[in-house]
C-alpha cells in the first residue's frame, strides 16, 4: 500500500521527508476521502504493520473523526456523515478490531478513534 511508506515517512527525523510525506497524504485524503479513512483504518487494525504506523494511523484517522474546535467539529461530523453508510460500519468494526490489539499502542490509538 502507498499509504503505509507514507505514514513511516511521517516518523522520520528528517524534515523534508516528513513534510513530504505529509503533503502527500493531504493529497490523498483529498482525492477519496472515503478510501483514505478507510485504508488508514485497515492499517490500524493490521497486526502485521510495525506498531508505530499503526498508531500514526490511528492518530491520523481520530484527528480526521473529530475535533477541539466546535467549528471544525461541526464540519468533521458533516463529512463523517457524508460518508457512504457501509463504509462508515466498515471503519467502526476495524477501530473496535484494533482495541484488542497485541500492540499496546495501536490499541491506545483505537480507543481515541471509538471514543
Known sequence: EVIVPLIQNTLSPDTSTRNLAE????ELREQNFTAYVGTLAQILANEEIQPQVRQSSG???KNLLSAKDSK???EVHQR???LDPN???QIKGLATKALGSKSN???KSAAQVVS
Open 80 to 82: 463523517w456523515n457524508q
Open 23 to 26: 503533503l502527500k497524504l493531504a
Open 105 to 107: 499502542q495501536a490499541g
Open 72 to 74: 471544525l467539529e461541526k
Open 87 to 89: 463504509a462508515r460500519l
Open 59 to 61: 492518530l491520523i484517522l
